[in-house]
């Protein structure tokens, strides 16, 4: 592995930036402008403006990142200030290693050749190809259920499913840490809406039970996912759907990050809990593991299928899989399915497991279970950001995730492991992320000792 190191990053300049910008960018979460005041809706933005502006100056904004090339163990990223970073990457999406897969560029390749970069319609209209009927079925045998409809992307699948299916008077059960496409779609589909603890299936128990006790005419419908990407841990899906069959509910399992990259034969959490074919709804996405974007719904109903078609607005209203897309999501299902696929998972869980050791051995506790996904806890939003800083000086990406997407004071780092990932570039990253939260948690001891009191004639 080529020596990455990032240009331009000097720990003195870095340690004057920590003056009155620093202490903005360091001292506030996006929590702090989620909820803007004010008539005008385009100039109350401004004091977000400034804090991310702050942010950048303080040099603790990495996130936009654009990638130069492909995304592959070790890629080069152009921040938003302009610089270009060379390093290990652990930041992007493709646990499988497919997008690098030439059997995949074969297929997208020969599906532009022979269809064309543009789907040209909706699926509602005139938008699918003999490519998407094609992927339908590819996908109806993978999670053993015969009805399948496409979406442009996987939000626009969970979005969709649940408006279509959900009306005012009905009710949604959805655990507190559900994706943000699964929140907003039972938000903009009713008000009755009861969330439980994360993975807590007593609760979820007491809302349906009570639900029923008093509304006998209503659906409901229970949301989770198969693999938490911020927590990597997953719910007990067999008591959840025999709670949803006791009391006349409806469970939907998102599988975006678990199917095809983890389970018996790529199947994820729906094959290793035995409920393969079982589930009521299941909802995925190609951007983890099938090296594209796009959605999906899966259903045993043709009712259902033909319903969520006519209704799921972010379907019927949007474009449909362009050819390429569907190609490339066809191929990666064949592989996924393929004893090359086998060996593909296998290599990823054993990267998996040396990634979690090599944080143990530091003496970090990674969150979860074992999964592509090794979440590394923080806590502190300022040691964080700092710590994030360091991590491009030292050469490795990592997703940094602080509210929204977690609680305030639950700041982590998101490793997205890869197959192709070599033991070097599994190492290497542990060493250097837990070295730079080490030496953030320093930084911050240090700025806060250095803050200047009313005793020692410094302003308060």
Same mark, same amino acid.
């Given at each position: 592995m080529k020596s990455m190191k990032r240009p331009g990053v000097n720990d003195g300049a870095a340690a004057g930036q920590e003056g009155s910008a620093a202490s903005l960018a360091l001292a506030k979460s996006f929590a702090h402008f989620a909820h803007p005041k004010g008539s005008d809706l385009l100039a109350r933005t401004e004091d977000y403006y400034r804090w991310w502006q702050a942010r950048n100056q303080a040099d603790v904004w990495t996130y936009a990142l654009a990638i130069q090339g492909r995304a592959g163990p070790e890629a080069t990223f152009q921040t938003v200030q302009g610089r270009m970073c060379s390093g290990v990457n652990f930041a992007t999406q493709d646990y499988l290693s497919l997008a690098l897969h030439p059997c995949i560029h074969e297929a997208a390749i020969r599906a532009l050749r022979d269809f064309g970069p543009h789907s040209?319609?909706?699926?509602?209209?005139?938008?699918?190809?003999?490519?998407?009927?094609?992927?339908?079925?590819?996908?109806?045998?993978? /999670?053993?259920?015969?009805?399948?409809?496409?979406?442009?992307?996987?939000?626009?699948?969970?979005?969709?499913?649940?408006?279509?299916?959900?009306?005012?008077?009905?009710?949604? /059960?959805? *655990?507190?840490?559900?994706?943000?496409?699964?929140?907003?779609?039972?938000?903009?589909?009713?008000?009755?809406?009861?969330?439980?603890?994360?993975? *807590?299936?007593? #609760?979820?128990?007491?809302?349906?039970? #009570?639900?029923?006790?008093?509304?006998?005419?209503?659906?409901?419908?229970?949301?989770?996912?198969?693999?938490?990407?911020?927590?990597?841990?997953?719910?007990?899906?067999?008591?959840?759907?025999?709670? $949803?069959? #006791? $009391?006349?509910?409806?469970?939907?399992?998102?599988?975006?990050?678990?199917?095809?990259?983890? =389970?018996?034969?790529?199947?994820?959490?729906?094959?290793?809990?035995?409920?393969?074919?079982? /589930?009521?709804? /299941?909802?995925?996405?190609?951007?983890?593991?099938?090296?594209?974007? =796009?959605?999906?719904?899966?259903?045993?109903?043709?009712?259902?299928?033909q319903y969520i078609k006519a209704f799921g607005c972010s379907n019927t209203f949007s474009a449909a899989l362009s050819p390429v897309q569907t190609a490339v999501a066809i191929e990666a299902t064949r592989i996924i399915r393929s004893a090359e696929g086998e060996k593909l998972r296998t290599r990823l869980a054993q990267n998996v497991s040396m990634l979690r050791d090599a944080f143990a051995a530091a003496g970090i506790c990674c969150l979860g279970s074992p999964s592509p996904l090794v979440m590394v806890p923080v806590g502190n939003e300022k040691v964080a950001r700092l710590a994030s800083r360091r991590n491009f000086a030292k050469g490795v990406f990592a997703n940094l995730v602080e509210f929204l997407a977690v609680a305030v004071g639950a700041a982590r780092f998101r490793l997205q492991v890869m197959a192709n990932h070599t033991e070097e570039h599994v190492r290497a990253a542990a060493a250097r992320v837990a070295k730079s939260i080490e030496e953030a948690r320093d930084m911050v001891c240090k700025l806060r000792n250095a803050r200047p009191t009313a005793a020692s004639g410094g302003s308060p």
């Open positions: 040209a319609g909706s699926s509602a209209l005139s938008g699918n190809s003999s490519l998407s009927l094609q992927l339908e079925r590819a996908l109806s045998e993978l /999670v053993q259920m015969p009805h399948v409809t496409l979406f442009p992307t996987g939000w626009a699948a969970c979005f969709g499913t649940i408006v279509a299916l959900i009306r005012p008077d009905d009710h949604v /059960v959805i *655990d507190h840490l559900a994706h943000a496409s699964l929140q907003t779609g039972a938000h903009a589909a009713t008000a009755k809406i009861r969330r439980f603890r994360h993975l *807590d299936g007593t #609760e979820a128990e007491r809302h349906l039970r #009570e639900i029923r006790s008093t509304d006998s005419q209503n659906g409901i419908l229970v949301v989770t996912e198969g693999l938490y990407s911020m927590d990597s841990d997953s719910p007990d899906l067999a008591f959840l759907q025999r709670l $949803c069959r #006791e $009391c006349y509910a409806t469970l939907l399992v998102d599988v975006a990050h678990d199917l095809g990259a983890t =389970g018996p034969n790529g199947t994820g959490q729906l094959g290793a809990q035995g409920l393969l074919g079982q /589930v009521d709804l /299941v909802v995925g996405a190609f951007s983890k593991t099938f090296a594209t974007n =796009g959605g999906f719904v899966a259903t045993h109903s043709p009712a259902v299928n």
